[in-house]
C-alpha cells in the first residue's frame, strides 16, 4: 500500500481529525504508523539531530559561524550549542 499524505482542514480539531483518519484506516485491516510533527517521539527527535548534523556540516564547508539553541519542555534540559 502506498502512504497516504492528508491534510487537516483549518476548522478542524486536528486530533480529532487524525484520529478517525487512523480508526477509518484500521477498520479495513491497515496496519496504520501514525508519525507526530515536531519531534515529539524519539524518531521524529532523531530528524532534528541530523537536520543539526547537516547544518553543522554545511558552516564548516563554507565557514559560516551559527549559534543554535536547542530547548526540550524541562528548563534544566536546556542545550545551547555554538561553534
Known amino acids: 500500500m502506498e502512504p497516504i499524505?492528508?491534510?487537516?482542514?483549518?476548522?478542524?480539531?486536528?486530533?480529532?481529525?487524525y484520529e478517525k483518519i487512523i480508526e477509518d484506516l484500521k477498520s479495513k485491516g491497515t496496519n496504520?504508523?501514525?508519525?507526530p510533527?515536531?519531534?515529539?517521539?524519539?524518531?521524529g527527535?532523531?530528524?532534528y539531530v541530523e537536520c543539526l548534523k547537516?547544518?553543522?556540516?554545511?558552516n564548516n564547508?563554507?565557514?559560516f559561524f551559527t549559534?543554535?539553541?536547542?530547548y526540550r519542555e524541562m528548563q534544566e534540559h536546556n542545550r545551547f550549542v555554538s561553534r
Open 54 to 58: 547537516e547544518i553543522i556540516k554545511e
Open 5 to 17: 499524505l492528508k491534510i487537516c482542514p483549518k476548522n478542524e480539531n486536528f486530533s480529532q481529525y
Open 37 to 43: 510533527g515536531g519531534g515529539s517521539n524519539p524518531k
Open 45 to 47: 527527535a532523531l530528524g
Open 32 to 35: 496504520v504508523y501514525f508519525i
Open 61 to 63: 564547508k563554507y565557514n
Open 67 to 70: 549559534n543554535c539553541a536547542c
